[in-house]
């Protein structure tokens, strides 16, 4: 009889390891799926005015002197030359 409850809390304890180790693996999938990185959508220009569709709708209904933060990519180097060009031709914004 002694060896039954002793292989009895044998088997609970082996149930009860497993279940936490499957609610711990499960925890650790949800974190991971919570900081994993989103893909970002895809930039279209569909009007071909070299600014981005979704820009274009942000910018939408603002007044011309509305700041919004964006990220400008430039085919050569940001040269203080350069963004001095840049604020003459479009006014004057902040680099980072």
């Not at 071909?48 to 979704?54: A, E, K, L, Y």
């Not at 840049?86 to 980072?96: D, I, M, N, W």
């Amino acid at each position: 009889m002694r060896l039954s409850v002793l292989a009895s809390l044998a088997g609970i304890v082996v149930l009860f390891s497993a279940t936490l180790a499957i609610a711990r693996s499960a925890d650790e999938s949800k974190k991971l799926e919570a900081t994993a990185p989103t893909q970002a959508p895809t930039k279209t220009d569909g009007d071909q005015d070299r600014v981005f569709d979704d820009l274009e709708k942000r910018l939408s209904g603002k007044s011309s002197d509305a700041k919004v933060p964006i990220i400008v990519t430039l085919d050569a180097s940001a040269t203080a030359e350069r963004v001095r060009g840049l604020e003459r031709a479009v006014g004057a914004f902040s680099v980072k």
